[in-house]
């Protein structure tokens, strides 16, 4: 959290931010591509099926030559190769490498065959099933896609399981957290991009009310704020309450609330100031201490690989001191390794 604590206050003494802040981007060029996967120039997808079929049907498994496949194509054309698969073989290109693959490399490849959405769908599913809730991958999901991602991966998810992403989340979540996530769940959070300085600073003032000011904490009033103003709006928010708070907003969400709810509204806090440092963190906290928590490395490098993930690798230096290719290498190994090295764009 001292990365971040830092980036605020860096952030609120910034005056030349306010001049920036709540533009649109300039109409008509083209955006930037912070990912690390990049298109095959030439592609074929019956050949890449055609190879496949090839390495899992060879004695042992050529792990290598399917890393170097999937790892090596966009989402879009791994789709066009599992169509090819199917059309060219008859099977299911996941369930026969489900077969011939085991532990991380598995989840990893499989994962690489599913669309963003699914892939979500599916993280969802399995933070809720079993004994237990992962609260923090629900919160990690449904804190950082955008309403139209949302909207793909609630019709994924019941696509796939057939029931509604709101009905499992019922069952598995309670109180207040529950509402922040169902409230997330709508979809309907704020993207304008444009900054309304009146409703900022009428927001700050009810947050100080409902939490600095008050003995016990209103938390309703933190939740339908945080959850439903866009990033931009709650970046201003956030200079607002400096100026009338003792503390950092930040500060006083940790220190008023506790929980499920205080990882799931820090998530938006932080992934509203910066969301590539957020994930940077995520990243570090699973390679962190003993074990490697392998699900949330894999599903954060997957998922951003074509979104931000060149932007992530710059802030994980900048936090830690290491890249995080220096991390992986240090706490992976075999074709686990290797098949997220390449997803980070390391040759």
């Given amino acids: ?94 369930k026969a490498l489900k077969s011939a693959l085991r532990s991380s490399y598995e989840d990893v490849v499989l994962a690489l065959l599913m669309t963003p959405a699914q892939f979500d769908a599916h993280e969802l599913r399995n933070a809720m099933k079993g004994l237990g809730t992962k609260e923090k991958t629900l919160c990690e999901i449904l804190g950082t896609r955008s309403n139209q991602e ?20 019922k069952g598995d979540t309670t109180g207040q957290f529950e509402t922040a996530l169902l409230n997330l769940c709508k979809a309907s959070r704020s993207e304008d991009p444009n900054i309304d300085d009146g409703l900022a600073k009428s ?44 503390q950092g907003l930040n500060t006083v969400v940790e220190d008023e609330l506790h929980g499920s709810l205080e990882e799931c509204l820090m998530t ?34 997957v998922s951003r690989s074509e979104k931000d993930l060149q932007k992530i690798k710059q802030e994980y230096k900048r936090m830690y001191g290491k890249t995080l290719q220096e991390a992986i290498l240090a706490e992976t190994k075999g074709d686990y390794e290797k098949v997220l090295l390449l997803l980070c764009g390391e040759n």
């Fill in 150 to 169: 949302i909207r793909l991966i609630k019709a994924a998810f019941k696509e796939a399981y057939g029931e509604e992403l709101e009905h499992d989340m």
């Fill in 1 to 94: 959290m001292a990365f971040f604590q830092k980036l605020i206050k860096k952030f609120t003494n910034d005056k030349t931010s306010d001049d920036q802040t709540g533009k649109e981007p300039s109409k008509g060029k083209a955006q930037p591509y912070f990912g690390t996967i990049h298109p095959d120039p030439n592609f074929n997808a019956s050949r890449d099926a055609a190879a496949l079929q090839k390495a899992i049907e060879t004695k042992g498994v050529d792990e290598n030559a399917i890393t170097e496949i999937l790892a090596r194509r966009t989402n879009a054309q791994r789709q066009e190769i599992k169509a090819a698969y199917q059309k060219d073989t008859g099977k299911d290109l996941p």
């Fill in 203 to 246: 927001d700050a003032k009810a947050l100080f009310e409902a939490g600095e000011k008050k003995l016990g904490t209103v938390s309703s009033v933190f939740i339908d704020i945080l959850t439903s103003r866009s990033e931009a709006q709650l970046c201003k928010i956030f200079k607002q309450y400096e100026k009338i708070g003792t």
């Fill in 268 to 301: 938006l806090v932080k992934a509203a100031w910066n969301k590539p440092a957020y994930f940077a963190e995520q990243l570090h906290l699973a390679m962190k201490g003993a074990g490697t928590n392998c699900n949330t490395l894999s599903r954060i490098i």
